[in-house]
């Protein structure tokens, strides 16, 4: 078995599958995130990309989330599987 | 009146609270199947035995932590308005995501009913809810019911009558986080209830404060302070 790749929910490709790890994110925005369902352990898909790449649709917790960039880039997690 | 009660109904956004609210009061306020649906607050009486039950509509969030003006407008209903009793509404088939929520409202108030919505579809979709093992690990009635189908009424207003008379007495199961946070509300906590009395929950305050809430302790302030100067 390889190593676990880490990678930003930015970074995802669709179809992904990512465990999060980690928010580098404080006060209000992290809340927001948390309340969202972006916690740690959670298991977050990567649903489609915009055409010019934010913000991304995510799937969490059966509800589909869109992201900006400010704070997909800053929520890191374990690569699960690849998408297609 | 002496026998009226209030019963606010929380909850995420879409779980069937303005569905159940109109069922149960005859009233028709417009629903819609989009977040954020109910502004203001819709108001309702529904009749049960000998009691009046004045039922609150809040507006669906998925958190209390006034990040929004909906979730400041249900927060402080819930913690300032003080309902006799707390109906959050989950859905069924949503259950991680709404916990959430009603989580927070344990932490809240104590009179509270958790009542699991939609029932009918998790049904169909082969979820199975034992209400049994959740009211017992939170310590607050759990109900099942369908709102659109008008099933589990009886049961939900005969609990809203047995938690106001206090045949049941709530015990909501209360968040323990980790020791560094909890030694902090050990600290200021009996301070909180010094200043609070028993007008709301120290440890929440106290929850509250340790997040730099300044939204609430502005709300207290204007709420409370003015008694407490006047004292
Ligand atoms: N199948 C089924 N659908 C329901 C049930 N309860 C509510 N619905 C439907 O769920 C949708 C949302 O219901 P609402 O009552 O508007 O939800 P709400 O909680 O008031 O929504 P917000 O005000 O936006 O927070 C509507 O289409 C309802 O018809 C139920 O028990 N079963
Ligand atoms: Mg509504």
Redesign the interface.
């Known amino acids: 078995m390889s190593e676990p790749k880490t990678v930003k929910l930015v970074d995802g490709e669709k179809g992904n599958l990512i465990q999060i790890t980690s928010l580098n994110l404080d ?2 925005m992290r ?2 995130l948390l ?3 972006f916690v740690t352990g959670a298991i977050v898909e990567v649903i489609r990309k915009s055409p010019l790449g934010d913000p991304i649709a995510y799937r969490v ?3 589909t989330i869109a992201l900006r960039k400010e704070e997909s880039s800053r929520i890191e997690g374990v690569l699960m599987t690849d998408g297609e | 009146m002496g026998n009226s009660y209030r019963v606010a109904l929380a909850g995420n956004p879409n779980t069937g609270k303005s569905t159940l609210f109109n069922a149960l009061t005859g009233l028709r306020q417009h629903t819609g199947n989009w977040a954020g649906k109910t502004v203001s607050l819709a108001q309702g009486n529904v009749q049960y035995k000998d009691k009046m039950f004045n039922l609150i509509d809040l507006p669906g969030t998925y958190s209390l932590f006034s990040n929004s003006s909906d979730e400041e407008v249900a927060r402080n209903y819930i913690v300032f308005e003080k309902p006799d009793v707390t109906v959050v509404v989950l859905d069924a088939t949503s259950l991680e995501r709404n916990f959430n929520l009603a989580l927070q409202v344990l932490e809240m108030t104590k009179n509270v009913i958790i009542c699991i919505n939609l029932i009918d579809v998790a049904e169909q979709q082969g979820i199975s809810i034992n209400e049994r093992i959740l009211t017992n690990r939170l310590g607050v009635p759990v109900i099942k019911i369908s709102a659109r189908n008008k099933k589990g009424f009886p049961m939900l207003l005969d609990t809203i009558d047995r938690i106001v008379t206090g045949a049941i007495e709530c015990q909501p199961v209360q968040t323990t986080y980790a020791d560094e946070i909890e030694d902090k509300i050990k600290k200021i906590e009996p301070k909180v209830s010094e200043l609070i009395g028993n007008q709301m929950s120290a440890r929440w305050v106290s929850l509250r404060l340790l997040d730099g809430d300044e939204k609430l302790l502005n709300e207290i302030n204007q709420r409370y302070g003015q008694k407490e100067r006047a004292e």
């Open positions: 006060g209000v809340r927001r309340d969202l369902g917790s059966q509800t």
